[in-house]
């Protein structure tokens, strides 16, 4: 049985929206296939792991060194993007595009929220919004219709100075995948097109800093997916990350490793070792070791290899391995100078993880609070400075921050959307705009953008 690292309460059932929400949206699926609604063109150790969690970085790791046989290419199970292991290596190709800017937070300025605006959000002083793209209509300025369900996203700086929002689509039935929205430098609207199709349940991901999108499949028999932002290159499963319910991942751009969480009651969190670094330095996702955290009473954690990570036998990644931590609903993840942040929606927190120190600490605790400013903890994303943004699923619909003090600071709260969440927030890369989706708005979804003082350049 697993362990847990916290307290009792967190033995509950653990029943989420989203949950029920995939057994109605197998006839909507199959209602919209039938209709043709969709108008979408839509980050080694060995067999005990390792038991430090702290790896010092070392130099890379020489490429196309062999991985475990888990790791091996397989046929896709779903009909999506083709499987990449060793035997048939994979790789997207560098891009020389600009540094973002050097930036200091504004976020812990920001003052209350003030009434709704034509949008129906409420923002503080100094903020305004506007829509980017609705789910089933054309994005304007574009031919091409915006996906159902806007999930997980991030940003990307594009050659000419402009930057691109990627954004998952968590419909089942290969009817999933990832749309992208492409600004100019002026933030015109210049492009939108999909980078993934054919896929199911893309609910999180992560982006790579070699500007790739790992965008993560929500079932029992879910892959991560990397795709091109730019839309250049077909998409290629990663089969080493794993087989089971993926959420969101992380990339420790020092040590080459890959963190990922897993939405179950009793689900893990994982992190990639890689057989291999690419030429650059980065994580080689053909081959490696996936591995459990095993979380004791004081916080340290220690990880253990997984025998069976391609889940073919009967048991799931998240049973393999008896001694490890079971968390109640993993959620976003992201990490930021030296720290992994990651949610559990099943009981309201936050989590820091010190790679370096090897420990797990809580950051935000809501189930504890007599009144939580946060509610349905979800994805996240950290700005440059280190304010930890949450999203909620349900609760207030709200994006909240928390700030490195521990305050929590409402940024923007949608109105009149019930039975939604808030879904992919990520900043443009002047900080200045923030993109994110409710995700069940009553036309499917819609994706926002604010602008405003989030952030002033140094």
Known sequence: MSSS??????????????SVLRGGLAGLAAAMASRSWLGCDDSSSGPGGSTDGGDA??????????????????????????????AERTYFPARTLPARPALRSRIADIGPLGDPDENGLRLPAGFRSRVIARSMQVVPGTSHAWHILPDGGATYITEDGGWIYVSNSEMVLNMGGVGAVRFDSSAN????????????ANCAGGPTPWHTWLSCEETGIGRVHECDPWGEHEAVARPALGVFKHEAAAIDPVRAHVYMTEDEGDGCFYRFVPSARTPDGHPDLHAGALEVAVVDATGAVTWRALPDPQSTGDAPTRDQVPESTAFDGGEGIWYHDGV???????????????VEEARLTIL????????????????????????????????????????????????????GHEGSEITGPAFDPSGTRLYFSSQRSSDGGTTFEIEGPFHEPI
């Open 5 to 18: 690292p916290s307290d009792p309460r967190d033995a509950r059932p653990f029943v989420t929206r989203r």
């Open 57 to 86: 970085a070392g130099p890379p790791l020489d490429v196309g060194v062999g991985g475990d046989a888990g790791a091996d290419a397989t046929s896709p199970p779903d009909g999506g993007p083709p499987d990449a292991g060793p």
């Open 189 to 200: 609207v210049v492009a939108a097109y999909a980078i993934l199709e054919g896929t199911n």
């Open 340 to 354: 992994v942040y990651f949610s559990t929606k099943g009981d309201n927190r936050v989590w820091r993880y010190d």
């Open 364 to 415: 935000y605790d809501g189930d504890a609070m007599a009144d939580p400013p946060l509610r349905g903890v979800d994805n996240l994303t950290v700005s440059c400075c280190g304010d930890v943004l949450v999203a909620e699923d349900g609760g207030s619909m709200q994006v909240v921050a928390i700030l490195p003090g521990g305050e929590a600071r409402p940024l923007v709260q949608v109105i």
